[in-house]
């Protein structure tokens, strides 16, 4: 790193590291129920991805930090404060658009600039930020281009340096890289992440992409009709999941047909006892959630199940196993393994002597 | 070497034929310019010929400065521009807020307001002016003893009619209207205000300093058919009793056929001036390379990871 990026991270790193917390939010668009009491905090200087299908809330939530939106009920707070009555362009709050948002008649200095316009810094300061922050995002050369000059890519990267010019309390990022191709996501997913390392800014992270929201952020938080289903790290959020939700919607998970069994602790999954992981349904038909790498299969001419299909995935092979039921389970094997399982092999599948998650059977 | 060169026959024959498919529509183009011109300058030049070139005295420029010195002629090109400048300003002023607010807050009022903004293409020059002057009317009539009466005189000043300003003011409405919407519709509106605001810009700041820069090629063309609306129109002003530069051509050209001939080339020439002007004043503004046309020398190649 050069040393005006380095120079450029430490003056932004004063300002980083809010909490901010959504207490019991509601909001209504006339009858759909976008926001039905959510409740979320963000630790300082941490990266917290919020996951869910669309339609979800996520959107809403933000545009509520930054003050486009107003809620029906609940609180907003940074630092402790509540931030409701701070009108948008003072809150702090550095936002980076799904939709390409920079000001079509500035160029890429101009743009990261125009904060510290609004401000009143000084030309020369202004143009002394604006080239350590179009560097610190890696767009050194083109400070004098407009953004019909630039790809989507660098538009969003400057977008980034505009926010981050605000000095904001808290970071914004709202899907930023849903319009970009697979490449470029990449690439940019991993230099935000350590921008906002190096930074130690409170960032929240809007994605419906699950496998961005894992691998980028500190904490996700699942959320689900406008309500928060589960928040944890990456890794606790995929081996624990709270709910079949969140099972479900992070990661593959296959249902298999389970049977109480015992005392009410145990379920009968294709002849095997397990515990249970986490509650117990009371009633009603049962179905074990079951991650595609927990499954054996084993090649058995006399195993009622047949494998019916196969996905090569590089150093594993996913294959699709029919039970006798009929009931689909996926199976990730290494791919050596998978190779002498074709589709039509008939097998057995076993699982490990692990807690399952249960869940009420869906139709 | 040889080898590598390619057989001449084939790679020049359909690179001459490329060469005449490129040329036809020039030629097309020519033909057209030419007829467009003959359509346009015949008349303009016919016109400056009978003006310069009078029998028995040989080329003069009399009849211009005739013109120049003619009663009337300072005054109404004066009334003229004070109008076309005071329309200019005062459409803007009321549509523009307007437009953008409708947008950002209450999308659901456009087609109400496009209603609105285009009733007065519906309405004839001359019912407006019969409308307006039998309003006017209830002036002396009705409330010669209020307060009111003295408004009445005031939008009827002959030094500036008020009342002139308010009628060019409805009929540029659907141009105005039409142009600004266009410029809007060019805009993510909302995103570029949130941008702004979250860039800490207040409303009004949001306003100027991001939504009207990038609106200025609307405003320019507004500006530009409300210039040549109020430069041309005649109805109203005569039929009111007003006299800006149309209508003292008008009244001028009956008197003295080279002088009403010389006076309809000098209008044209000052239409256009003004236009060319109002086009610099725009242009002149910011540096700004027309959209998509030029990358700025300055700027290096993109770099490579941005190119897959
Ligand atoms: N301005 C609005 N007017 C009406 N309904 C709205 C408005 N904004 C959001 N909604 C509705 O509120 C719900 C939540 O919207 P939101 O944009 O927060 O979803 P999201 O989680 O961001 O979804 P996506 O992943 O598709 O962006 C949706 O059902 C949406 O239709
Ligand atoms: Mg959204």
Redesign the pocket.
């Known amino acids: 790193m050069t040393a005006t990026t380095a120079e450029a991270s430490a003056s932004a790193r004063g300002a980083g590291g809010a909490t901010v917390e959504f207490h019991r939010l509601y909001r209504r ?2 009858a ?1 129920v ?1 926001l039905d009491g959510l409740d979320l905090t963000a630790r300082p200087g941490e990266l917290l991805a919020l996951l ?1 299908p ?8 933000l545009r509520m930090l930054a003050g486009f939106e107003h809620q029906d009920a609940g609180d907003v707070l940074v630092d402790g404060e509540d931030i409701t009555r701070v009108p948008a362009h003072r809150r702090g709050a550095g936002m980076v658009f799904q939709s390409y948002s920079l000001f079509p008649h500035l160029t890429a200095a101009g743009n990261v600039a125009f904060g510290m316009r609004m401000r009143g810094a000084g030309k020369s300061e202004r143009h002394r930020r604006a080239g350590e922050l179009l560097d610190l995002v890696g767009l050194a050369g083109l400070a004098d281009r407009y953004p019909h000059q630039m790809s989507g890519g660098q538009q969003q990267r400057v977008a980034l340096a505009r926010a981050l010019a605000l000095e904001p309390r808290v970071l914004l990022l709202d ?1 930023p890289l849903s319009a970009l191709d697979a490449k470029v996501r990449l690439t940019l997913r991993e230099e935000i992440r350590r921008l906002q390392q190096e930074l130690g800014i409170t960032t929240l992270f ?1 994605t ?1 992409d699950q496998e961005e929201a894992l691998s980028m952020a500190d904490r996700v938080a699942v959320l689900r009709a406008g309500r928060l289903e589960q928040v944890a790290a990456p890794a606790e959020l995929y081996a624990r999941p709270a709910t079949s939700f969140v099972a479900e919607f992070v990661g593959t998970m296959s249902r298999i047909p389970a049977v109480r069994t015992g005392n009410g602790a145990q379920v009968e999954v294709m002849g095997a006892r397990l515990p249970v992981q986490g509650e117990l349904p009371s009633y009603g038909e049962l179905d074990a959630l079951v991650r595609p790498e927990a499954v054996r299969v084993a090649l058995d001419p006399r195993g009622g199940a047949t494998v019916v299909a196969a996905s090569f995935l590089g150093a594993i092979t996913r294959v699709t196993v029919r039970l006798p039921d009929g009931t689909e389970v996926k199976a990730d094997l290494p791919t050596e393994t998978a190779a002498v399982l074709p589709p039509g092999s008939a097998v057995t599948l076993t699982l490990p002597e692990r807690p399952v998650l249960v869940d009420h059977r869906v139709v | 070497m040889a080898a590598l060169t390619p057989p001449a026959g084939t790679a020049a024959q359909p690179a001459r034929e490329a060469a005449g498919r490129r040329h036809r529509p020039r030629l097309w183009r020519g033909v057209v310019g030419l007829i467009a011109a003959l359509y346009f300058l015949g008349p303009l030049l016919s016109s400056l010929l009978f003006t310069v070139d009078v029998p028995g005295q040989g080329f003069t420029l009399g009849s211009y400065s005739g013109i120049l010195g003619a009663a009337g002629f300072w005054s109404s090109l004066r009334l003229t521009l004070e109008l076309a400048a005071a329309t200019i300003a005062v459409t803007m002023l009321l549509l523009v807020p307007a437009l953008i607010a409708v947008r950002l807050t209450a999308p659901r009022l456009r087609v109400l307001v496009e209603v609105l903004c285009s009733l007065p293409l519906v309405v004839p020059a001359v019912a407006l002016t019969a409308g307006i002057s039998s309003v006017l009317q209830w002036g002396p009539d009705d409330f010669a003893d209020t307060p009111l009466f003295q408004t009445f005189n005031t939008v009827q000043n002959p030094g500036f009619p008020v009342v002139l300003l308010l009628a060019y003011v409805l009929m540029a409405l659907p141009l105005a209207y039409r142009t600004l919407d266009a410029g809007l519709r060019a805009l993510d509106l909302t995103t570029l205000v949130e941008a702004a605001r979250n860039c800490g810009a207040s409303w009004p700041r949001a306003v100027l300093q991001v939504v009207l820069p990038n609106l200025r090629g609307a405003l320019l063309n507004t500006g530009f058919l409300t210039l040549a609306l109020v430069l041309g129109e005649y109805t109203v002003a005569s039929i009111l009793g007003y006299q800006p530069f149309a209508v003292w051509i008008v009244s001028i050209g009956g008197s003295n056929a080279q002088m009403s001939v010389s006076v309809s080339v000098l209008s044209l020439v000052l239409t256009w001036v003004l236009l060319l002007l109002l086009a610099a004043a725009g242009r002149g503004r910011s540096a700004r390379p027309p959209r998509g046309t030029r990358t700025s020398p300055a700027a290096p190649a993109p770099t490579l990871q941005e190119k897959s």
């Open positions: 668009f006339g759909t976008a869910g669309s339609g979800c809330g996520k959107t809403t939530a899907e809007v419906h």
